[in-house]
């Protein structure tokens, strides 16, 4: 599995601007994510990996949450040293653009 660990990322999108902590774990094989934003008034919903591929360093999901039911996000993630940048297309929200994301963990 690729890119398992905690990143730190600046997000700046019409819905927020700050920091976001995003964490990449292994659930007994499947791939599963965290998220946090320093915006504690700000809870994010939950996303579960269903779908995922690795192509190199690149990771590309789709995922679920309950908060968009029959709708999916997609993620895609790519791996560079301790580095990664990517997006999360969320419903309703629209593409969230990750970009030197830092991994602290």
């Not at 007994?28 to 934003?37: A, Q």
């Not at 320093?38 to 949450?65: F, W």
């Amino acid at each position: 599995m690729i890119g398992l660990g905690k990143y730190k990322a600046d997000i700046n999108n019409m819905f927020f601007k700050g920091e976001a902590i995003f964490e990449l774990k292994d659930n007994n094989g499947k791939y599963e994510i965290e998220i946090e934003l320093e915006d504690k008034d700000i809870e994010m919903p939950d996303i579960n990996i269903v779908d995922a591929e690795e192509d190199g360093n690149t990771l590309t999901a789709k995922a679920t949450s309950p908060e968009f039911p029959g709708k999916a996000v997609d993620v895609s993630l790519t791996f560079e040293d301790e580095k990664c940048n990517g997006f999360l297309k969320i419903p309703f929200v629209g593409k969230v653009k990750i970009k030197d994301a830092v991994k602290i963990g």
